[in-house]
Antibody, heavy 124, light 110 residues
Framework: QVHLQESGPGLVKPSETLSLTCAVS????????WSWIRQPPGNGLEWIGY?????????????SYNPSLKSRVTMSIDTSKNQFSLNLTSVTAADTAVYHC????????????WGQGTPVTVSS | QSALTQPASVSGSPGQSITISCTGT?????????VSWYQQHPGKAPKLMIY???NRPSGVSNRFSGSKSGNTASLTISGLQAEDEADYYC??????????FGTGTMVTVL
């Protein structure tokens, strides 16, 4: 059975870098597309971006209230560890959210398996 | 890219049918038949209910059905049950090779 498990610091100070990891078990990370999706408190889902194990990441060009996100986000895949990572620099309170990693079996990026999510709070 | 537009809330009595709309543009919903729908209960991860407009993953009740006309997709829940009370999100692949979610709809079973 395939399982996705996100991990992260929980609390990050403003202007610092947020680093999250998604550990994949039960499947080869090289066989699927991987996305990060976040959900601010009381709000809807926001797709951050995706990557495949080959090629470059593709990020959401604009989010509802944080158009500079694309310039702050980096995604990477470590096939040796079978994990997927997200780095978000210069965080602000607007980045407070539950962050999910998700798998897609198709190039249409439709997530068909989600991790439970890891909550991140940006606060001093 | 703005989020796809959904009604904030829809309600119905047990046994009734409800329909949730999802309006996008010719660059997303209208461009391809790659609309999917997710159900999310509080504190839980979203669950895929419909993919490619009208297909149900294995294990999803046939009370859930999807359709699309032009730039608007719809999710219909028939025979509404208490367990259907949740948030529902539509989503679509886009012509920019990105992915877009809807604003979300809270379904209440009266």
């Amino acid at each position: 059975q395939v399982h996705l498990q996100e991990s992260g610091p929980g609390l990050v100070k403003p202007s610092e870098t947020l680093s999250l990891t998604c550990a994949v078990s039960g499947a080869s990370i090289g066989s699927y597309y991987w996305s990060w999706i976040r959900q601010p408190p009381g709000n809807g889902l926001e797709w951050i971006g995706y990557m495949y194990h080959t090629g470059n990441p593709n990020y959401n060009p604009s989010l509802s209230y944080n158009p500079s996100l694309k310039s702050r986000v980096t995604m990477s895949i470590d096939t040796s560890k079978n994990q997927f990572s997200l780095n978000l620099t210069s965080v602000t309170a607007a980045d407070t959210a539950v962050y999910h990693c998700a798998r897609s079996s198709t190039w249409t990026l439709r997530p068909d398996l989600w991790g439970q999510g890891t909550p991140v709070t940006v606060s001093s | 890219q703005s989020a796809l537009t959904q009604p904030a809330s829809v309600s119905g009595s047990p046994g009734q049918s409800i329909t949730i709309s999802c309006t996008g543009t010719s660059s997303d919903v209208g461009a391809y038949n790659f609309v999917s729908w997710y159900q999310q209960h509080p504190g839980k991860a979203p669950k895929l209910m419909i993919y490619d407009v009208s297909n149900r993953p294995s294990g999803v009740s046939n009370r859930f059905s999807g359709s699309k006309s032009g730039n608007t997709a719809s999710l219909t829940i028939s025979g509404l049950q208490a367990e259907d009370e949740a948030d529902y999100y539509c989503s679509s692949y886009t012509t920019s090779s990105t992915f877009l979610f809807g604003t979300g709809t809270m379904v209440t079973v009266l």
